[in-house]
């Protein structure tokens, strides 16, 4: 327990204003010379100042080796916005009044007015330098079919036979014949490719696969052809 612990402490105490120092005094003399002016800058003065010489009234306005105008610089010309205000004597022109009957002139002006075109924006393709012309491109595309069809009749002309004695109808049984002979080949065919592994490692698996492909193809096609009721050969495909 703190022994210094007393009511009294809580009275407060009377204040006690801080003592004033003493006023500072420098402790050399008050008598060394100085060569300072009064008002004047610092440090030793190095001219001799007369004091008649002074700047007067309007001699700034002379001109001098220094100024502007001595060096050749020409001062613009200003130019007033806004005009001088009216002397006191001079009295505006008053009492003017014009016989023009506005509304009347409005009128005569609006019924003698040539009415303006109305602007439109609209495409005129009447207007075109190419209306009514073919265009090249039809040109193009008609050389392109003719040139298609010609092209046509020299092979028919070619695969046609020179003497109907050539052409020959296939009986009934010869037709047959030849599916059942069709199908067997392409069932013995069909038998060989589904015989093939599926992964296809090596260039002779793919090989065989296509060739076998090719094979079926061809000979669903003739075996397509052969399904007609009537079917014509030629002598020299025999």
């Given amino acids: 327990m703190d022994t210094n612990e007393s009511v009294y402490n809580l009275i407060p105490e009377p204040y006690q204003p801080p003592r004033k120092e003493a006023l500072y005094r ?30 007067k009234r309007h001699t700034a306005m002379q001109e001098s080796v ?26 505006p022109v008053m009492g003017l009044v014009s016989q023009k ?11 003698l007015a040539v009415p303006k075109k109305p602007v439109s924006n609209k495409v005129n393709y009447l207007a075109k330098q190419d209306y009514g012309q073919v265009p090249q491109y039809l040109g193009r595309v008609k050389t392109q079919i003719q040139e298609e069809y010609r092209m046509i009749e020299e092979m028919q002309h070619s695969n046609q036979p020179q003497e109907e004695d050539d052409i020959e109808l296939i009986t009934d ?24 592994s599926f992964t296809l490692d090596t260039p002779a698996k ?30 020299s495909s025999w």
């Avoid at 002016?37 to 700047?55: E, I």
């Avoid at 009957?101 to 019924?111: C, E, H, Q, R, S």
């Fill in 173 to 196: 049984d010869e037709r047959n014949k030849l599916l059942e002979g069709l199908k067997a080949n392409w069932e013995a065919v069909n038998k060989e490719y589904q015989t093939l």
């Fill in 66 to 91: 220094n100024s502007p105008a001595a060096v050749g610089v020409q001062k613009r010309s200003t130019v007033k916005a806004k005009p001088s205000v009216p002397k006191r004597d001079e009295k």
């Fill in 101 to 111: 009957n506005y509304i009347t002139a409005n009128a005569v002006d609006n019924i």
């Fill in 206 to 235: 793919k090989k065989r696969k296509e060739e076998y492909e090719a094979q079926l193809e061809q000979i669903e096609t003739d075996i397509k052809k052969l399904t007609k009721k009537f079917v014509f050969v030629h002598h």
């Fill in 26 to 55: 420098s402790r050399f003399p008050g008598s060394v010379q100085t060569t300072k002016k009064p008002a004047a800058s610092m440090g030793v003065p190095h001219t001799v100042v007369d004091s008649k010489q002074f700047l």
